[in-house]
């Protein structure tokens, strides 16, 4: 598929508090995934680990829909054992796949960790191929990624000032020397998240309102546009929730 250069402007969704952000969150899935079933389609979506694991899981949880067509893959994971405490996919499975027995765990693809780290990120690309069915190594079309933002601004494992936020060509990316522990991750590209048809942040209290700030209304002071900020899908959608303590420095 090609694609032009039409980019939206971001969308900012305020909530008054975190249930209120969760069924605002609620609605717009709803919303994507009805559409992706009348076109007799999968709904493929990215989800993310931090703090908004929690938000999406609470979500998830509430949804009442068809779980047989929804496909869920990780916009980054550590490289870590599936029963070690830092891997996004066991909070994923204790509370979400634990919780919603429709929702069959071979819908949702974990890492696999126990290949060599550059092995591992040529396998989860070629899953997300297969899944898409599309060529390895084709850029796929997300439905929706769900991303947070980190305390520097970075989004997935896409840090400030990596080599990795300059890569043209890979789907999956790997990470051997993150800054943030542990260093080895896995991770989607830039060009992946701006090609998804729906990107949505969350980001929540104050500690994130600079952030937000420089993301969504950066001046030339700020230097170089954090990771976060350069999430802009091209034909797609960008939809930022905040609450009212992370939208405070915003002027517009």
Sequence with gaps: ?????????PTRVVSSSGEDLEQRLADLLTSKSEQALKSDRLFIIGVS?????????????????NWAKWRIFFCDERYVPHEDPECTYKYYKENFLSKVKDMSADHIYPIKA??????????????????????????????????????????????????LLDEKVAVVSPISDSPKPPP?????????????????????????????????????????????????????????????????????
């Design 1 to 9: 598929m090609l694609f032009g250069s039409l980019k939206m402007a």
């Design 49 to 65: 680990g931090g703090s908004v694991s929690k938000y999406l899981c609470n979500t998830f949880c509430k949804l009442s829909t």
């Design 114 to 163: 126990d290949l060599p780290i550059d092995e591992c990120a040529k396998n989860y690309s070629d899953k997300i191929a297969a899944v898409f069915d599309i060529t390895p190594g084709t850029f796929p079309r997300f439905d929706v990624v769900l991303l947070g933002m980190g305390p520097d601004g970075h989004t997935c494992s896409l840090f400030p000032g990596h080599h």
């Design 184 to 252: 080895g991750r896995v991770t989607l590209t830039l060009p992946v998240l701006n090609r998804s048809a729906c990107a949505v942040f969350m980001a929540t209290g104050e500690n994130k309102a600079e952030l937000v700030r420089k993301a969504l209304e950066p001046v030339d002071s700020d230097g170089d546009m954090i990771p976060a900020g350069r999430v802009s899908p091209v034909d797609g959608e960008l939809i930022w929730f905040l609450d009212a303590a992370s939208a405070k420095q915003l002027k517009h």
